[in-house]
């Protein structure tokens, strides 16, 4: 429900409690968003022992660039 911004950790003066607004409205414009195909994805996708799991994952996973690509990542850079 909140989010802890540290300027530095060792000094608890610098940290500020944001609330889904704050958060949103800082940490927005700097999020970046991938589609992996590893770091998440199966290592033998698609060819899968566990079918309930494949058929799960599949309506997320893409063919990108001779990769099967499923897994979200998703990175916040700092404020410019």
């Known amino acids: 429900e909140k989010v ?5 950790p060792s000094n608890p003066s610098t940290w500020k409690l944001l609330n889904k607004n704050e958060a949103f409205e800082k940490l927005w414009a ?3 968003f991938s589609i992996r195909a590893s770091k ?7 060819i899968m022992k ?3 799991k494949k058929e ?3 309506p997320w996973v893409r063919y ?3 990769k099967f ?4 990542h998703i ?3 700092r404020s410019k």
């Open 4 to 8: 802890l911004e540290i300027a530095y």
């Open 30 to 32: 700097n999020m970046k």
């Open 40 to 46: 998440g994805m199966p290592p033998n996708y698609p």
């Open 50 to 52: 566990d079918s309930v």
């Open 56 to 58: 799960l994952i599949k």
């Open 64 to 66: 990108i660039n001779d």
């Open 69 to 72: 690509r499923g897994s979200l």
């Open 75 to 77: 990175r916040a850079g």
